[in-house]
């Protein structure tokens, strides 16, 4: 076998690549995404992907990411032999499942296995993705989905029962964790919250909390902070809860694929990796949220909850109006100093009643209040001032400002408001557009930037009142964000008279 | 804006890629495969999909294949701005038809445009042809795509009504076209056949006339050798015929995903692109073909023919016999060998059969025979020397040896006989198990190697007596092959005697 020498690149997007120059490629008969063996002179061998080059390396040359030349303990220069070898078993599984048989366990492990260690191509991973979307998954496929993602990644075991809480997603300005934690943990229940950064919206949770104070940390330090302070609001994605749910996630996103099966695989993997005991789902539903129909959210919520129960996790299921943003920001700073206001006892109404309804469900579970009255018992949280003194602790300890008020913190110093063209009433806000409109000025990236509304749904407005202010942190942003309110019609307002019968 | 120094890496696959830092990226709010676009100082702009490394480019460097940086006529070292844009209108319609959306002719034309100038990623062109699999398409959408695969790549005039052939594939040893061209050539018809070379098989007809002639030929020279002698028998894919094609082969390659549709636009736009007018279409049928039944045959090669008449192609379909390998040679070398001897006028039968049947055809639709006659027209032809004649010109035209004789062909020198372990009859031939064990033998990047079968279904054989013989260029090959026999076991012998009734 002949031997080359290995020239370090990092090029490996979300698999174990080798680049080959094109001659060496045809030599071995291999064409890109084959799979080499590469083996050192000490006997260790590894898998790769094939990438063909014409230039980068040369015919004597292969390119190996570190990973893999960590792998086979070899340093640039130092020589290996290649030669081509068949796709690993759950590359033929995840064949199996695109003609749609189903999986059994050892199948479903293999293949998310196989994602964690690189040995998959993104557009095996992208098969699999997708062959879920067309063919669905049985509920037996989608337990062991969940248990291999959670096995598969960091386990945090806390020394007493887990709360949790998470939303489906889809909505603008959903900041309701930022006040939801601080109400739960004040009452004594331990909710250690793992959030995401966003990848399409304007503002994750993640994103909003790094306003407010650091969001990475290890598992270790998370299980400190939450441990004494009874919660935290930290990024999931430095924790690798669920390494091969990210792995999915790079090739979900540029499809803008996201299969039932896989989201809520991706949802409870995470939550079994932190050892939640009880979980309340916030499921947005109406026109422009991820679910339109109430019908179609209590499907999907006892799929979550017969799901639970499998993996002796019990989940209630809050549906929510998702139709429009919630509360009045949307962008980090924004929505950090709304959920701030809020907690300082001036937030909106329609966010306190979230807020307060979906931790009162929690509160009831951990039975800190009797049925029905989950609620009321996290309102009295939140206007004591309990649940504000708990979040300044957990900004705290997360390395924030423990004195920080709503007034201090610094949005985008570019603004313009926009202003109601007639008088009349709000008939629509579309979360698409304010999403969209939001992105421009520079949200998540420029965490100042983002769109406060100043009317939702059903409220009445007059001629040259503001209907919504956009911020911005540079000037370029701002015109770019205010070009496309004109374009996409984010608010839409009417007379009072909508129709006249009969028609005259 | 910022600007970043331009260096040169040539690791694009399939799609037009730009390499960022991870820290650049993350500044510029992109993730992999989000788009860029690149300016350079000259108000010159491109497009780019955005990889990420951590260490081959700096954060003050952008990484650009040659082929966007040569659209930018910018050099290394150079500056460029970026700036993040949204997806081309293409992906939407990607998106669409993920969603089951019938798509118009021109959103199929972007889709194919975008394929071809590498706007889309492998990804991205992965789920388009995943769609066609799980969603099919209409008559009218497939007729855009061949169009539209023809339209993107090089077209070639000829003077005179163009007669092709084609096999679906599927079948080891189908060696059948260096029979047929000469034959329909020789009969003066003209016969340009384009072909490719093995990507899952253990010799395309390319791989197996390059053993008699170079195959790598531009459009021009391919039209003056066919035009000179009626016959040709080049490798496609350096004629650019289907660029698009050829992309979408190297995504559906991997995930081993041949939709209907994509198959039948593959083939179509490639005939469309040489200007077939008279079509025949082998359709291999039985166990271990594409085609299982001759139903499913019949089905095929009714769309196949209706597809041809709105693309004023006239299309015959030969249903033939694929449950067993043609011929009895699988492998470079050994197929060429096979291929002359049969028109020295020594080849086995079953291939005459077949080469004449499907000439034949040919010689019908093009008035060189009355029709029911074809075939006897072919066999004379084949009888007469004059086909071994034309291809004799051919391969000097071509560039090979015009004196060749099939015994002068080299084969393998390493050589091993399997022989039969009982008496009986050869019940069954496995095309997957022949396939892989021509394929460990080095086939088809080594000419040489490949198998010959001395047994074929339904004769008979006695203890001790070889079935198959086993060549390869190198023993290690040859003992990987052979360690394969045992294991696949790819001729079955039973006795005669198959059951006994009663059972006793």
């Known amino acids: 076998m002949r031997s080359y020498a290995v020239r ?8 174990r690549i080798a680049v080959l120059n094109a001659k060496t490629a045809d030599s071995l008969g291999v064409v890109p995404w084959d799979r080499i063996r590469i083996k050192n002179g000490r ?34 220069g130092e020589s290996v032999s290649v030669e081509p070898i068949p796709p690993p078993v759950s590359v033929k599984h995840v064949h199996e499942k695109m003609r749609g048989k189903k999986l059994g366990r050892e199948e479903i492990y293999a293949i998310v296995r196989d994602v964690v260690d690189k040995n998959l191509s993104e557009l095996e991973m992208a098969a699999f993705v997708m062959a879920e979307h067309y063919k669905g998954m049985e509920q037996d496929e989608l337990l062991w989905l969940i248990q291999a993602i959670a096995d598969t990644g960091t386990r945090i075991d806390f020394d007493k029962p887990v709360y949790d809480k998470h939303s489906i997603g889809g909505v603008p300005g959903n900041k309701v964790s930022l006040i939801i934690v601080p109400i739960v943990a004040a009452s004594g229940l331990l909710i250690p919250k793992t959030s995401s950064r966003a990848i399409t919206s304007a503002s994750g949770t993640a994103d909003t909390m790094s306003v407010l104070a650091p969001v990475e940390f290890s598992a270790q330090e998370l299980h400190k902070i939450a441990s004494k302070l009874n919660g935290a609001i930290v990024w999931g994605g430095g924790l690798n809860l669920a390494p091969a749910d990210d792995a999915f996630i790079t090739v979900e996103y540029p499809l803008q694929l996201d299969p039932e099966p896989q989201m ?7 939550k079994l990796a932190v050892g939640t005991d009880f979980l309340v789902l916030d499921i947005p539903t109406g026109e422009g949220a991820k679910i339109p129909t109430s019908e179609e959210a209590r499907r999907l919520g006892n799929r979550f909850i017969e799901t639970g129960i499998k993996l002796n996790m019990r989940i209630r299921c809050g549906v929510t109006y998702g139709g429009q943003p919630i509360g009045r920001a949307v962008g980090p700073a924004l929505e950090a100093k709304e959920a701030m206001q809020t907690l300082e006892g001036a937030g909106p109404q329609s966010l306190v009643e979230k807020s307060t309804a979906l931790a009162g469900m929690l509160l009831e579970m951990g039975g800190k209040a009797p049925k029905g009255n989950g609620q009321e018992t996290a309102r009295e949280i939140l206007q004591s001032g309990m649940a504000l003194k708990k979040m300044l ?48 000025t520079g949200a998540p990236v420029e965490k100042g930037s983002g769109v406060v509304l100043h009317l939702k749904r059903g409220e009445k407005v007059s001629k040259g009142e503001p209907i919504l202010d956009i911020y911005a942190e540079r000037q370029s942003k701002l015109e770019q964000a205010y070009s496309l309110v004109a374009k996409l019609q984010p608010v839409t307002i009417e007379g009072m008279l909508l129709e006249e019968i009969p028609e005259y």
Request: glycine content about 6%; aromatic content about 2%; hydrophobic content about 45%.
């Open 264 to 270: 809520i695989a991706s949802i409870l993997a995470k």
């Open 43 to 76: 006997q260790r061998a590894t898998a790769a992907l094939v990438e063909i080059t014409k230039s980068l390396v040369s015919e004597n040359q292969i390119g190996l990411p570190r990973l893999v030349a960590q792998e086979l303990s070899i340093a640039e």
């Open 8 to 15: 370090m690149l990092d090029l490996s997007a979300g698999s």
């Open 393 to 440: 602790e957990i900004i705290e300890a997360q390395g924030g400002n423990p004195h920080i008020r709503s007034e201090e913190i610094v949005v985008g110093s570019f603004k313009h408001s926009v202003t109601a063209p007639v008088d009349g009433y709000v008939t629509h806000v579309s979360n698409a557009a304010i999403n969209e409109i939001a992105r421009a």
